[in-house]
């Protein structure tokens, strides 16, 4: 008896684990695939300039993604983040050349972003609408204001004339901010009840509300920590070639949709979520995007290569386990 | 269990954070120097050169990739194309050419302007040329890349036809006068991304009515101003207006077959617009129905850039990169592309046949390998810039697409 | 016992909405000088957006009310497009062609995506996204990328100009009110919605009824793909996801016709709301200039759904639900 539940706990320890490898495990596929075949290709993907060229790829996914974290782990999609990363670029580099100073436009970017977050966080559970609802309204709204800003200013793209940039580009600088916005995420998703409460959120809304907690409250701070993240990203999408244009942040939502899931993040959000998916997923994806044209993959398969290497990873972190209902 | 469950975290992390700092720390190394190859007579240098195009399909698309295969060949050098912003976005294309970046990368041949200051500063010792752009930012006053115009290692462009919106305004104005047009309206790209299609669209006017104060019948242009096209196609609801649905012609001062074309046909189809509307325009897209409309269709003239004018970045970026620039070369600057004009569908015909436009058929190239060393500085000294820039605005690009 | 609708009620609440976007629409066209407005002319024009606008929301929308969101619809649109467009170009350009082969491909890869859910077990979410990656993935690789051009085809262009654009128009509508109403996978997809378990517990095969509906959502696709083809040049596709933007902006229809159901079914409610939101970009676009229109069609249209859908919320409105309040305390106070 002794035997069939200790065999029983196993099974279900090396599920879990299993789940937990192949997250990591693409990440570790991906570095041990092109720590052996780069060199042989002419170049390590280790070499100072790939290195640097990897971090600057990699941050910004990374610190929206982490940011996400707390948006998805309520079960939420919000497509609105990239019109958000486009809107803010814009914003500062506007305000940074009429100022002279990166300070206010991010002061009035974070404004920004918590009236966002408002509208996204609190907007659902206080009008009684579907959630995504909000999310692509904003987005629409924003792609409106946006092409509006541009077509006004008469140009595509706009720069910083007079304010020094190149702090922005030094790795260093990246990795620490990584490293803080990590630190103050975890702390806050893991040992504060703002995390625990969105976990339960997501995990079952009417027992969580049931037992206290306060789902516009919650949603909303979740949604304003997310937004401080896409305003730090922001900073440094626009701050490595100190410009913004109509197009900019095009795509991100989609970007970190994919980033998460392939670290192993529920998409359905409860308590399995974690920040390291953010950075595991994020690392990944650029990975393969700086990776695979180094082993000389055309273009052109890089994208049905990316494709495969998500499907086999979900295959493995996403999976529900056999039941008699298809999971949602 | 637990144990190999907390050794296998550790492992990942450890993994994870050794990688991420390395990453961080390590200083800026040295690279590579690019291959050199002993030929019979010196060392000549060789090395990867990136194509940043600005499509991934097309005529022009794949006569580049031919006509790189064919120069990179003779010359010693590899390519590889990458694909720029669809948006044109600086960060856009910065991101596509670092992440093809490598150590024997030492030229870019680039069809959009986005981004060039940044990838200069990025990488000081490429070597940097446009084509098929009039690189705007670069070159006008106060653009966001004015500072590559500055570096050494930016060798100037070739537009994708006349910098100079007068002279395209008035190739129309000439061109709908000729053609017995009354009644025509004007469709352009934003004047903000584009500035001289605004000059040209009223040099088109300026035109018309010098020729109106004489004519019998006078050409009306329709609307005060050109419709202007925000980078999609013209509005379904273009056709709808009164004025609209009568037109003899549409000048389209953009790529007219992709985003003019499809809503008059669109309108024709729905009985909403004359189907005698013809469309004047620039550019050219390969599909054969497109093809075989030019001239005998619905699009009556076409400019085609000279789509051999790929050929000024490859000598230009070989000279620098032999380190045998012209020496009468001073300073980069936008040359006008050629315009091959398609008026008729002899001339179509001629380009399908005897040009290696459609067929990427490199033994129909007008600037063949022993036309091309003439200009190449490692295989004649002599050559000179302005020979380069005669040559770039000669007829001999056009003179096959015109043969009886 | 709940009294039947009658139905002046019926037409009341579903023709309410367009008339009211017509005669505001109206007003500010003619009196902006834009007086084609309402015009036959107008109309066929519209009727091709609204037919791409309607059939995409319906396919989508077949899904979203079986509380699945597929993000797969456009990838499966675009590669559907691509492989049929050059098939049928190549074989004489044959519009019948054609147009079967966008809805058997639209319908296999449809399946493919119902395939992953189901026997993948993977969330619904995750298989739609896995699929449209590798869908968008293959574009690229297919005909040297270079994706489909029908523009200047004019007999391809039959499905997407008036009349012919009524074909694939009603076949999608006739094709969801059939799964909706009349096919037993239908009605049992509701069973499976309002309470899976339950459902699952009395007897449904809930694999085999996802799989059908994908069949069915899949034929509507392959109607919206016969006319999103030809009305621009459709490129391979070189960014992540790039087609799932568009299922964003398609999907506003499905929430007026989530709304408007109650009077007329999803079908109409949805063909209603593509109407009305077709009729909203015209009148905005025909007025302001060619740089604003699209942006502030965009933000009017966002703010447009956002309050309609405060008004209209299955969740029960809070308006309604202040309006009901108050009346309650008028009638408490004369009492």
Redesign the interface.
């Known amino acids: 008896m002794e035997m069939k539940s200790n065999a029983a706990k196993g099974k279900k320890l090396h599920s879990k684990n299993a789940a937990m490898i192949a997250s990591y495990g693409g990440l570790i596929f991906c570095i041990v695939l092109f720590t052996i075949v780069t060199p042989l290709k002419g170049e390590s993907i280790w070499s100072p300039t790939k290195l640097a060229t990897l971090m600057s790829d990699v941050i910004v996914t990374a610190l929206m993604s982490v940011g996400a974290v707390f948006i998805y782990a309520l079960g939420n999609l919000d497509i609105s983040i990239g019109k958000q990363i486009g809107l803010y670029a814009a914003v500062m580099v506007t305000v940074g050349n009429l100022t002279g100073s990166l300070i206010p436009g991010i002061l009035l970017c974070i404004a920004l972003s918590m009236v966002i977050a408002v509208i996204n966080g609190a907007s659902g559970p206080l009008l009684n609408i579907i959630p995504i609802i909000p999310s692509v309204v904003v987005m629409q709204v924003l792609s409106g204001i946006i092409t509006v800003i541009f077509a006004t200013l008469g140009t595509r793209s706009i720069t910083l004339k007079t304010i020094d940039y190149s702090i922005f580009k030094s790795p260093v600088l990246m990795l620490v901010v990584l490293v803080i916005e990590v630190a103050v995420a975890v702390f806050l998703f893991n040992y504060t009840a703002i995390g625990k409460q969105a976990r339960m959120l997501g995990a079952n809304k009417v027992s969580a509300s049931q037992s206290g907690v306060s789902t516009v409250k919650v949603r909303v701070l979740c949604y304003i920590i997310a937004g401080i993240c896409f305003v730090v990203a922001a900073i440094f999408q626009m701050g490595y070639t100190g410009s913004a244009s109509d197009s900019t942040g095009t795509g991100f939502e989609m970007n970190i949709m994919v980033a998460l899931i392939l670290g192993g993040m529920p998409i359905s959000g409860g308590m399995r979520s974690r920040i390291s998916a953010a950075v595991v997923g994020a690392f990944t994806f650029s990975l393969l995007d700086v990776g695979l044209p180094m082993v000389g993959l055309p273009t052109r398969m890089t994208f049905i290569v990316k494709a495969i290497v998500f499907l086999v990873v979900v295959l493995i972190t996403s999976r529900s386990k056999k039941s008699n209902v298809l999971p949602k | 269990m637990r144990v190999w469950n907390k050794v296998t975290k550790r492992i990942a992390a450890a993994v994870l954070v050794s990688s991420v700092a390395a990453t961080a720390l390590m200083g800026c190394g040295g690279s590579e120097a690019p291959k050199e190859t002993n030929n019979a007579e010196e060392t000549t240098k060789g090395g990867k050169i990136l194509l940043m195009a600005n499509s991934s399909s097309g005529p022009m698309y794949d006569f580049n990739l031919a006509y790189m295969d064919m120069w990179t060949e003779e010359l010693g050098y590899t390519y590889e194309v990458i694909y720029g912003d669809a948006a044109n976005d600086p960060a856009g294309n910065l991101n596509a050419v670092k992440n093809a970046m490598t150590s024997d990368v030492v030229g870019l041949i680039t069809m959009q302007d986005g981004g060039i200051t940044d990838i200069m500063a990025e990488y000081p010792e490429l070597y940097v040329a446009g084509v098929g752009s009039d690189m705007a930012s670069v070159y006008s006053e106060g653009g966001a890349s004015a500072a590559a115009a500055e570096n050494d290692h930016f060798l100037g462009t070739v537009a994708p036809g006349y910098v100079d919106g007068i002279e395209v305004g008035k190739m129309f104005a000439k061109a709908i006068e000729d053609a017995g047009y009354k009644k025509i309206a004007v469709c352009m790209s934003p004047a903000f991304a584009y500035p001289q299609y605004a000059i040209a669209d009223q040099t088109i006017r300026a035109e018309i009515e010098a020729y109106n104060e004489t004519a019998e019948e006078p050409i009306e242009v329709v609307d005060d101003e050109a419709t202007v096209l925000m980078f999609k196609p013209l509005d379904d609801t273009f056709f709808n207006e009164p004025d609209h649905k009568d037109l003899d012609a549409i000048v389209g001062l953009c790529g007219g077959q992709m985003f003019v074309y499809p809503t008059l046909t669109n309108a024709i189809g729905n009985g909403t617009a004359n189907p005698d509307t013809k469309l004047l325009t620039l550019g050219l897209e390969g599909a054969d129905d497109l093809v075989a409309d030019v001239g005998t269709g619905i699009v009556q003239q076409l400019y085609v850039p000279n789509f051999e004018e790929i050929f000024f970045p490859i000598v230009m970026i070989d000279n620098a990169i032999q380190g045998k620039q012209y020496s009468d070369f001073t300073k980069s600057e936008v040359l006008d592309g050629v315009y091959v004009s398609i008026t008729s569908d002899e001339i179509m015909t001629n380009i399908e046949e005897n040009s290696p436009l459609l067929s990427a058929d490199m033994s129909k190239t007008s600037v063949s390998i022993e036309v091309g060393k003439e200009y190449l500085t490692r295989y004649n000294p002599d050559a000179t810039y302005a020979d380069l820039k005669e040559f770039m605005a000669s007829d001999a690009f056009s003179e096959k697409a015109y043969e009886k | 016992m709940k009294r039947k609708m009658g139905i002046g009620k019926r037409i009341v609440g579903t023709l309410a909405l367009p008339v009211i976007m017509f005669v505001i629409m109206m007003i500010f066209c003619y009196s902006n000088g ?3 407005f309402g ?1 036959m ?2 109309w ?3 009727i ?2 609204i037919t791409i606008s309607t059939t995409c929301a319906l396919g989508i929308g077949l899904q979203f009310n079986n ?3 597929d993000f797969s619809g456009g990838a499966v649109m675009l590669l559907s497009a691509i492989v049929g467009g050059n098939i049928a170009k190549n074989m004489n350009n044959n519009v019948v062609l054609f147009a079967i082969l966008c809805a058997v491909l639209c319908t296999l890869l449809s399946v493919t995506v119902a395939l992953l ?2 026997y ?7 298989s739609t ?2 699929m449209a ?2 869908f ?3 574009t ?2 297919v005909y ?4 489909i ?6 007999e391809m ?2 499905l ?3 009349p012919g654009v009524l074909i694939p128009f009603l076949i999608a509508v006739l094709v969801y009110v059939f799964y909706k109403r009349y096919t037993l996978t239908g009605k049992q997809s509701q069973l499976l919605t309002n309470n ?2 339950a459902a ?2 009395i007897g449904i095969n ?2 085999k009824n ?1 799989i059908l509906s994908y069949v069915f959502s899949g034929i509507i696709f392959g109607c919206a793909t016969m006319v999103w083809t030809s ?3 459709k ?8 087609t ?2 568009d299922l ?1 902006t398609n ?2 229809p499905v ?1 007026i016709g989530l709304a408007l159901s109650k009077y007329c079914g999803e079908a109409i409610g949805t063909v209603i709301g593509a109407i009305t939101l077709s009729l909203m970009s ?1 009148g905005l ?2 007025v302001l ?11 009017m ?3 447009f ?2 309050i309609f ?2 008004i209209t ?6 308006v309604t639900a202040w309006f009901q309040a108050r009346k309650r305390k008028g009638e408490l106070k004369k009492a």
């Open positions: 834009k007086m084609y015009t002319d107008m066929k024009t519209l091709v957006n509380g699945r969101f859910y189901v993948g077990r993977l969330p619904v979410a995750i996204i896995t990656l590798i968008e993935a293959i690229p690789l040297n990328g270079a994706g051009n029908f523009i200047a085809n004019m262009k039959k997407a100009t008036f899976q378990g699952v517990d809930e694999k996802v009305t621009t040049i490129s391979a596709s070189f960014t992540s996801l790039s799932v933007s964003f999907i506003l929430f015209y676009q025909a200039s060619a740089e604003l229109g699209s942006a502030i069609s965009m933000v249209m966002g703010l759904i956002f859908n405060i919320t299955p969740y029960g409105s809070v």
